[in-house]
Structure formats: C-alpha cells, structure tokens
C-alpha cells in the first residue's frame, strides 16, 4: 500500500519528464556541435577546460546542479511572492552594469569576476516573465484599463530600453516576444497586427527597397480585404495577379522605357486605388474597407518618411549605426560577410551533411561566432537538412509542450509563466536560426541550451525549471 | 476565445518553424551556390604541372628539351627585417627593386595572406647558388624550381614557335583549358601540337583554414590527381642540316625547303631571317624587339608567303605540253632574244637558236616556252582559250599549286594559279588572248606559290609523276600522324612524261661553265643533282633568286627549293645555297668551302626593302 502511494506519488509521474528529457537533449547535442566547432586538425578531448567544450561541460554540470535545486530544493511558491523584488535587484544590475560592466564586442552588458563573466540581460527574462506573470494573474487585471496597460508596458519596457541601452539589441528585441503572451491574455489582435506591419515595412525599406514595402503593403492589404469574409479560390487568383503584376512592375516600366519610376508608377496606383476604396468604403459602409485605406496611406508615409529620414537627415555614423543594427552592414571586412559564410556553411551541408567532425567550413574558421551566435552552421553542415529539422522539431515541440502544459493549468500565474517562457524560446530560436540563414539581420542572440555561454544556459536553465517546478506543484495539489 | 487563442499562437509557431525549414530547404537541397562556394572556401588545388613533351629530330636529336629554372619565391608575411643591400647583391638586382616589391607586398597582404608569389623569375643558376648559400639570412624568401624549356641546337626556332605564359584572350578562347600562370605554345609546333605536348597538370587537394593556412589532406589525397606528362613529338626535321640551312640563308631574305621525295618528310625549312633559339627561349624580353623588326622575323615566309615562281615554273608548262600532245620532245622552236607579238617582245637571254625541249630547259629559254603553251592554249582540242586555260588550271592545281598542300603548318598559304574566270573578270569574256596572259608561260604574271610549294614541285620532278604531302611530324608510338601523309598525289601528267623533261634539268647544272646551261654552278661531281633555276621579277627590286633541285638523279634522295628575296639570277644566289644543302645532306662535308665562304659571309638582306 505505501509502496503504491509511493509509486503514484514519485517523482516520475509528477514532473514533465519529457519536456526534462528535450532540454537535456538539446544540451548535450549544443555540447556535441560545439565540440564540432572547435574542433581541428590536431583534436583535443571533448572534456579538455582549456576548451570551449570543456567549458560548456562545466556549465552544463552547473546547469543541473540549479535544476536540481530548483525542483527539489526551493519551494515552488517562492517564485510569485518574490517576483518583485527578484525584478527590483535584476533591474539594478542590469542598470549598474552600463557603468561597471566590461564592454565585449561593442556593448556594456558584462559583469566581470576575473575569468567569470555573466550577463545580467540573460538572467532579465526571467524576472521580467516573473513579474508580468505576477502583474497580469492579479484579479481584476483587464486589457481594457489604461492603468492596468500603462503597468504591463512598464514591466516589460524598463528592461527592454535598458537593455537596449546597453546596445544590446538582440536581446531587447526578445521582450517583443512577449506581446504574444498579452495576446494570449486579452490584448486585441489588431495591436500586434499592426505592430508586426509597421516593423515589417520598415525593415524591407531599409534593407530591400521602398519598392519592395510598398509592393507588400499592397498585398496584404489586398489580402486582409479579399478573404475577410472567407477564402475564396477565384479571389485568390486575382490578388496573385495583382500581386505578381506588381512585383514585375519595375521589370515592365525597364521594358517599355518609360522615364518614371517603378516607386513614383506604384505610388501613384497605390493612391488611385485607395480613394477608389475610400469610396466604396464609404458608400457600402464597409468599415474595414476605410479603415484598410488608412492604414494604406499610414504606410506609403511610412515607408516614405524611413526613406528619406535614413538617406537624407541621418547623419552618416547614425546611419551606420542602424545599419549595423539590422545588419545591412554588420563587419568590417565586408558587407554580409558573417550572413554569407554561415549559409555557405549551412547550405553545403546538404540533404544529410558532411558527418560529424567532417565539415569544413565551420571545423576551419570560417563562420564567425561558430561556437556561440552561429552554433546552428554547424548542426547544417555536419548533419544536413535532417538535423535541422531534428533540432527545430525539437525546439517545437519544446514550446508546444510548455504551451499545452500552461493551458492546462489552473493558476493564472503558472500559465501566463509558461507562455512567457516559450515566448521566449521562440524568439531565440525564429531569430537565431533566422540570423544564420539569411531571414533575420544578423543580431547576436544565443541559440537556446546549444550555444556556448555560461549566462545564457544557466538563465535558460532557470527559466525552464521554474517553469517545471511551478506546473508539478499544480499536479501535486489537484 | 482564448483556447482559439492559443491554438493561432500554436498554429503561428508551426508556420514560422515551417518558414525556417523551408528557406534551409532552399540554400540546402535546392541550391547548388552554396555547396560550390564552400569548396572555393576550403580547398586548395595545388597544381602539379607535367613536363612538356620533348620535340625531337628525325634522328634522335632534341631539338626541344627541358631545363630548369630557377624562380625566387617569397613568403610576405614570413619574411624578418633583413639586410636589403645583401639581398639585392646576392640576387644581382638593385635595391630600388626589393623595395618597391616589398612595398608592393605590404599593400596587397590581405589578399597574398600566406601565399607565396614570385619575386625573381628564370635566375641563371650560377645567381641561384649564391642565393642558395645566404638563403638562411633572408627567412621568408626561398628558391624554386620549374621546369622550362630548352634548345640544344640553334635549329628551326620558326618551326618550334615559342611556349609561354597564356594571357586573358587565349584562356578566353580555350575556355576550361588554361588558367593563369600556366604555359602554352603561341607559335609553330609548340602550338600546333601544344595538345599533345602539354600533358595534363594534376593537383593536390588541401583543406584550408579562414586565414589560409592548410589545414590537411583533403580526403586522405584520395582525389588528388597525377600529372600525366606530354608526349614527345618526333619531327622529319634534320637538326644538321637544318641548322646548316640557317646558316646558308644567314643575311639573305627568304626560304630554303629540303624535303625527301619518297616520303614527304621536310627535312629543312628555313625562313630567313629567323628567331635564334635563345631569343625563343626569353620571348617575353624580345617580344617587342622580333615585332618591330622590318624584316618580320615570325613571319614564316616558307608557308605563308607567295611569289611568282619564275622560270622555275617552265618544267610544270613543258609536262602539260607533252601531256596535252601540243609538244613534242623534238619539237623546236627560234628565239632571237626573246618572243615577238606585236611591237612587243617577252625578251630572254643570250642562247643558241633554235631549241629542242631538253635545251629549252637547260637553258631556260622564254620563247621557247611561250609557243609551249600558246599551242595548248590554242589547240584546237578546246573551242576557246578559256576552255584551254581551265584545263591548263586543273594540270597545275595537280601539282599542289592554288591551294595549301595541307601540311601540318598551322597557317599555310595557298598561292593563286589563274583561270579564266580571273581573266574574264579583268578583260570581260572574249576580251584577253594567249598574248595577254603571256607571261605565265614563264611563271610570272598571275600565279603565286609558296616556297613549301616550289619544294614540291621539285619532289615530283624527283619522283617522276607523284608527291607526298610535305610534313614535319613524323610518325611515333606516341603521336600517329594522319593517313593522308602516306598516300601518293599523282598529278594530271602521266610518269612516263617526265623523263622528257628531267634530262634538261639534268643538263642545267651539269653540261659545264660556258655550256649554257643555266645552274653550272650548282654542280657537284658524283652527285647527279638535276635543277632548274628561275629568276622571278619582283616589282620591290632587284629578281629573286629561285633554284630548286634533286639529287641523286635516280632514287633522288633530297629535293630543293631555294628562294631569295631580291638576289638576282637564280644561278646568283639560290642554286649555290640548295646545292651546298644537298652536298651537305648526301655527303656530310662541303667540297666547295670557298663557295660555301662567299654565300655564308654574305649579306644582301639591304637589297631588300623594308616594310615600314
């Protein structure tokens, strides 16, 4: 009888084993590829300190340690009641850290122990996912009050901006992620709609042409307004039209030899059709409609204001600045250099890679960062398209996991929590893998539990376990 | 609303995980880019270059060989601060010019890396041995060797042609053949045959890193390829006499051809003036000097210049004759000074009148040849002249005239042998007459051949009726030649015409001073030689010099062309010039050294005039 109680109790039936057992195995095959990455024509042992691997090896043992503690030793409850002040002492040490910290590659974001370095920005998501878990589980919280609005955008933007200070922009841009959990939570749809739109056209302006925004804008608008009210097959033939026959626009007007340009053509198309809209908007009293040809005319000012702000009043350090921010211009011996070497990396591996230990291209030194921001070259080249897909299957099914787990939970705390934490392992993962294939500008964020990095592993570590830890001890009490 | 919440989030997860894995199915699966571009990152090639193939002499002589040379490498970012003065010393440049290199090397040493690149190239040996011993003072730098080519007998540097290094537009046209750096023969048979003779380079595959060190071995040296050496080429070329020829012709413009009759085998061609070996050898430093020589040393006058033949061409009108049934050996007729039509004569020389064939040769009398063919040409045979031209034209073209006899020379010239189209095209049809077309009775006029041509000719008199197609390349295990060089070309007169006509050449050379005979000096007791001269007017100067002979006059073993530019009488220059090869040739020493004295020393090439 007590054995079964025992059985029915222990720890295997209560805590996500298999959501354990996915860290673990992203870890150790981040160990594996990091070995790969180091590793040359005169090998060392995986385990040796003086390297790389053997380094990870230690953060890995450490890593265990805090999960142990986490799960076994700290009281689950601990995590809600001290959200604010675990976010106070971060929040000062992210702060303190502009003006004690070291500055490595650029950005002031590094305490320094002697040969321990660490990096509070790490360590910020996890308070910040514990203090917005805290602030929106409490009764009454509503989307709907400013206050309440005004508080959600403090918790998340003080570390974002201080972050950012700190010039570390990839990790800013993580809190973006959790505008997924508001959303999860209340917040409308059309905000993040409308901020992924506006961040869109800025960036394709930037780093593709105004033409190319201007061309997408277009079609989503085209897009949200066709199949508003359901997917229709002969409307979808004529928005490919129309999309298509605006993407060749410039390739036409090059033909014919006409002296106007493909932006100043499109533009003037673009303004025919929305008062066009407006009209029909107005007379059908379709809502949308006018609403959609505001948002047209918002993004033609849109795209043109970035263009000429960039070209015309940035000053030209300014300008390099954000260049290198959105990575167009992102290394000194060459413009894409890091982008180019990592997908020539990647995309060499082909259909089942080189083998492990056999790539040439990141075993040689030829990606930059290959043991930390680019760890994913080397699971491309030496285990191929199929090890790709095994790894973001398993980050996939990692965040699917947590999201399930969290829904199925009964205290608001725990669910906002989970979606915290698989915003963001999301985040990481579309921006990391994004960066080395070309999809995303290059802005050095690790890649989840498989780059090198000590802050990094421990802070997704914690940030996972807490998670473990919070949706056991609801198994346990119900 | 929210469980449909969280399944748009899931469903927003799936589909950007999907857009990652379709973009790596792109760069991974889809396209090649990426897959080549990693190799030119990575790998290495380390060419290994074959040797060129040896060219040799139809007896076993190297003409063309290997030698090495001595390169000076260095290593930018390996080299120490060292003593520039000793260096420059030791290497026998100036100190200016280490500078500048250096200087040169630290501007551009984010692209050599840790490359090496020439400093010195060619060292004379005895430079390099001083390097050598001070090497250890000068780390960085460092000697290598290469294989280049080399000539043991100053023979045929036109026929040779010269190898080196191949420029932008030749890898342009042979595209995937060469790349930078490497050698390819631009001229004679170095380019001709550069196919056979340039082997194929092989290379080692290293693996580098991103600061362009090597690394390892790429694949254990599994995908590494051998070089395969080229092949030796065996040419009819004999090195002796060829270089006896150049010696002969040194200071006259013009060629002299040997060919042996029963073969075709070209056993001398010489185009004077020539390129010497050494000048071959360092092409790149005489390069300018040869293409602004007046008088075109690269042009290989043999093959790609044409000239009126001359009297010369008198044995080829006598065969029609007798073949068309117009001329009879005993047939005689009167020159007194010359042919008469009209006002106007075709004059000719002092000669006893009248004259059957034999001595119509001997002496190379015009007249005699004017009514030779004015009776083919106005035979009743044809109904018209032109009818008669035209099958006087195919007669010709048998002999190898009017067209490149197709010899292995890449750039043979073909001549012009006169039709009535020609005629009809210059006068209208019915407008020209035997008298208007006189002057090709005696080989001048319209027709134009090459001195390769002339030889011919002259191997058909030898052979009484046939030629081979006169080549260079003889055959080997290594290097089969084509078929077409061992068939028989028969002309249009039958073998049994020839003995009519050869005894007249025959009695040219050998009938004695005072004889008339046209060639006595060509003379050669016990030789036999039979020879026919020409004096063929060039309208830039004084009459060149035409001669082409045989000997021995049954079972010739060497026939002779000799044609020089503005030397006067054929007996002047050029019968003197071809019967001291054939001494050469059939008996190994001269017997005429005073002879042979005046022709060596002598040097009419001012006679010539110089294009500008």
């Known amino acids: 009888m007590i054995i079964q109680i025992f059985k029915s109790r222990s720890i295997k039936h209560s805590y996500d084993w298999k959501l354990v057992g996915i860290y673990l195995v992203l870890v150790l095959f981040g160990l594996a590829n990091i070995y790969a990455s180091i590793h040359s024509s005169n090998p060392s042992?995986?385990?040796?300190?003086?390297?790389?691997?053997?380094?990870?090896?230690?953060?890995?043992?450490?890593?265990?340690?805090?999960?142990?503690?986490?799960?076994?030793?700290?009281?689950?409850?601990?995590?809600?009641?001290?959200?604010?002040?675990?976010?106070?002492?971060?929040?000062?040490?992210?702060?303190?850290?502009?003006?004690?910290?070291?500055?490595?590659?650029?950005?002031?974001?590094?305490?320094?122990?002697?040969?321990?370095?660490?990096?509070?920005?790490?360590?910020?998501?996890?308070?910040?996912?514990?203090?917005?878990?805290?602030?929106?589980?409490?009764?009454?919280?509503?989307?709907?009050?400013?206050?309440?609005?005004?508080?959600?955008?403090?918790?998340?933007?003080?570390?974002?901006?201080?972050?950012?200070?700190?010039?570390?922009?990839?990790?800013?841009?993580?809190?973006?992620?959790?505008?997924?959990?508001?959303?999860?939570?209340?917040?409308?749809?059309?905000?993040?709609?409308?901020?992924?739109?506006?961040?869109?056209?800025?960036?394709?302006?930037?780093?593709?042409?105004?033409?190319?925004?201007?061309?997408?804008?277009?079609?989503?608008?085209?897009?949200?307004?066709?199949?508003?009210?359901?997917?229709?097959?002969?409307?979808?033939?004529?928005?490919?039209?129309?999309?298509?026959?605006?993407?060749?626009?410039?390739?036409?007007?090059?033909a014919i030899g006409i002296s106007l340009g493909p932006v100043a053509i499109m533009t003037l198309l673009l303004l025919c059709a929305g008062a066009v809209a407006l009209w029909i908007g107005y007379k059908n009293k379709n809502r949308f409609l006018t609403y959609s040809t505001a948002a047209l005319a918002a993004g033609i000012l849109l795209v043109f204001s970035t263009d000429i702000i960039f070209n015309k009043v940035l000053q030209e350090h300014q300008r390099k600045r954000i260049e290198v921010l959105l990575g167009?211009?992102?290394?000194?011996?060459?413009?894409?250099?890091?982008?180019?070497?990592?997908?020539?990396?990647?995309?060499?591996?082909?259909?089942?890679?080189?083998?492990?230990?056999?790539?040439?291209?990141?075993?040689?030194?030829?990606?930059?960062?290959?043991?930390?921001?680019?760890?994913?070259?080397?699971?491309?080249?030496?285990?191929?398209?199929?090890?790709?897909?095994?790894?973001?299957?398993?980050?996939?099914?990692?965040?699917?996991?947590?999201?399930?787990?969290?829904?199925?939970?009964?205290?608001?705390?725990?669910?906002?929590?989970?979606?915290?934490?698989?915003?963001?392992?999301?985040?990481?993962?579309f921006i990391n893998i994004g960066m080395t294939i070309g999809l995303m500008p290059v802005i050095g964020i690790p890649l989840p539990m498989m780059s090198y990095g000590g802050s990094s592993l421990w802070a997704f570590t914690i940030l996972i376990f807490i998670f473990v830890v919070l949706d056991h001890q609801e198994k346990k009490y119900f | 609303m929210t469980s449909s919440r969280k399944n748009k989030l899931l469903t927003g997860l799936v589909v950007a995980s999907l857009i990652l894995v379709i973009k790596l199915f792109v760069i991974q699966i889809a396209q090649d880019k990426y897959k080549i571009d990693s190799r030119n990152n990575s790998m290495v090639y380390d060419i290994i270059y074959p040797t060129r193939g040896v060219i040799y002499d139809r007896n076993g002589k190297i003409l063309v060989g290997n030698k090495v040379a001595y390169d000076i490498m260095v290593t930018p970012r390996e080299v120490q601060p060292f003593d520039t003065a000793l260096l420059a010393r030791t290497l026998d440049v100036s100190e200016e010019f280490i500078k500048t290199k250096m200087a040169e090397y630290a501007r551009d040493r984010r692209k050599i890396g840790y490359q090496s690149v020439v400093l010195l190239k060619q060292l004379p040996a005895e430079t390099y041995m001083k390097f050598a011993e001070f090497s250890y003072m000068f780390p960085g730098f460092r000697g290598q060797t290469r294989s280049i080519r080399d000539y043991p007998f100053n023979a045929g540097g036109n026929l040779l042609g010269y190898v080196s290094e191949v420029d932008a537009a030749y890898m342009k046209r042979h595209p995937g053949e060469y790349r930078s750096g490497d050698y390819a023969g631009k001229t004679g048979l170095e380019a001709s045959r550069e196919k056979e003779l340039r082997g194929e380079k092989g290379y080692q595959i290293y693996l580098r890193n991103s600061k362009n060190q090597i690394e390892s071995r790429f694949n254990d040296g599994e995908s590494d390829q051998e070089a395969v050496p080229g092949k030796d080429i065996v040419t009819t070329i004999d090195a002796t006499l060829q270089q006896y020829g150049q010696e002969l012709m040194r200071g006259k413009v013009g060629s002299l051809v040997a060919i042996e009759p029963a073969t075709g085998e070209i056993l001398t061609l010489v185009s004077s003036p020539g390129i010497d070996v050494d000048i071959l050898a360092d092409i790149g430093k005489n390069y300018q000097k040869i293409i602004k020589d007046p008088y075109k040393p690269m042009f290989n006058r043999a093959v790609q210049a044409s000239y009126p033949p001359g009297s010369v061409f008198k044995l080829v009108n006598g065969l029609i004759g007798l073949q068309e049934g117009t001329l009879k050996p005993t047939d005689a007729y009167p020159c007194t000074k010359g042919y008469h039509f009209g006002k106007h004569t075709l004059g000719c020389h002092a000669h006893p009148s009248p004259l059957q064939l034999e001595q119509a040769v001997m002496m190379s009398c015009n007249g005699y040849f004017c009514y030779v063919l004015r009776n083919m040409l106005e035979s009743n045979k044809y109904k018209d002249i032109a009818q008669a031209l035209d099958k006087w034209n195919d007669y010709v073209r048998s002999f190898g005239f009017g067209s490149p006899l197709g010899s292995d020379f890449p750039s043979e010239l073909g001549g012009t042998v006169p039709s009535s189209k020609l005629y009809n095209r210059r006068y209208g049809k019915g407008g020209w007459k035997f008298t208007t077309i006189i002057s090709i009775s005696i080989g001048q006029g319209e027709i134009g051949v090459t001195p390769l041509q002339i030889a011919n000719l002259s191997a058909i008199m030898a052979n009484r009726g046939y030629y081979i197609i006169p080549h260079l390349i003889k055959d080997s295990p290594e290097v089969e030649?084509?078929?077409?060089?061992?068939?028989?070309?028969?002309?249009?007169?039958?073998?049994?015409?020839?003995?009519?006509?050869?005894?007249?050449?025959?009695?040219?050379?050998?009938?004695?001073?005072?004889?008339?005979?046209?060639?006595?000096?060509?003379?050669?007791?016990?030789?036999?030689?039979?020879?026919?001269?020409?004096?063929?007017?060039?309208?830039?100067?004084?009459?060149?010099?035409?001669?082409?002979?045989?000997?021995?006059?049954?079972?010739?073993?060497?026939?002779?062309?000799?044609?020089?530019?503005?030397?006067?009488?054929?007996?002047?220059?050029?019968?003197?010039?071809?019967?001291?090869?054939?001494?050469?040739?059939?008996r190994g020493d001269i017997s005429r050294k005073d002879l042979e004295k005046r022709i060596m020393d002598a040097d009419i090439t001012w006679k010539v005039k110089k294009d500008k």
């Open chain 1, 328 to 429: 167009i211009k992102d290394d000194p011996s060459g413009v894409g250099y890091n982008v180019n070497q990592s997908m020539i990396a990647i995309g060499s591996g082909g259909f089942s890679g080189k083998g492990y230990l056999c790539g040439t291209q990141t075993t040689y030194g030829f990606v930059p960062e290959q043991s930390t921001d680019f760890i994913f070259c080397t699971v491309g080249e030496e285990w191929g398209f199929l090890g790709c897909i095994a790894v973001i299957g398993l980050y996939v099914l990692l965040i699917w996991r947590i999201i399930t787990n969290a829904e199925r939970s009964r205290e608001h705390f725990t669910r906002i929590y989970g979606y915290c934490v698989a915003a963001c392992l999301f985040m990481h993962l």
């Open chain 1, 45 to 254: 042992s995986v385990f040796d300190l003086s390297t790389r691997s053997g380094m990870q090896c230690l953060w890995i043992a450490s890593s265990l340690g805090l999960a142990a503690l986490i799960l076994f030793a700290l009281p689950a409850r601990m995590w809600e009641s001290s959200a604010i002040p675990l976010y106070i002492v971060v929040g000062f040490l992210l702060f303190a850290v502009i003006f004690m910290g070291v500055e490595v590659k650029g950005s002031r974001s590094w305490f320094s122990f002697g040969a321990i370095r660490f990096q509070p920005a790490e360590i910020s998501k996890i308070t910040t996912s514990l203090l917005l878990a805290f602030v929106m589980s409490r009764p009454g919280f509503r989307f709907s009050s400013l206050k309440d609005l005004i508080k959600v955008g403090m918790v998340v933007g003080i570390p974002m901006l201080i972050i950012l200070g700190e010039s570390e922009t990839g990790s800013a841009l993580v809190y973006v992620g959790f505008l997924f959990v508001m959303y999860r939570e209340g917040l409308t749809g059309w905000l993040l709609a409308f901020l992924g739109f506006v961040i869109l056209l800025f960036i394709m302006t930037l780093t593709a042409s105004p033409y190319a925004a201007l061309v997408t804008l277009l079609a989503i608008l085209l897009l949200f307004n066709l199949f508003r009210k359901g997917f229709r097959i002969d409307l979808a033939f004529l928005a490919l039209g129309i999309i298509l026959l605006a993407a060749f626009l410039p390739a036409i007007v090059n």
């Open chain 2, 481 to 586: 030649i084509d078929s077409k060089y061992k068939e028989r070309h028969y002309t249009l007169v039958d073998t049994t015409q020839f003995h009519k006509v050869i005894p007249g050449m025959w009695r040219a050379v050998n009938s004695g001073f005072g004889s008339g005979g046209t060639a006595s000096i060509a003379a050669v007791p016990g030789l036999d030689i039979c020879g026919k001269t020409g004096t063929a007017q060039n309208p830039r100067g004084d009459d060149n010099s035409v001669f082409i002979c045989f000997a021995p006059k049954d079972n010739p073993k060497i026939a002779v062309a000799a044609y020089v530019e503005n030397a006067g009488f054929g007996a002047a220059w050029a019968a003197p010039i071809a019967s001291l090869l054939i001494e050469k040739y059939l």
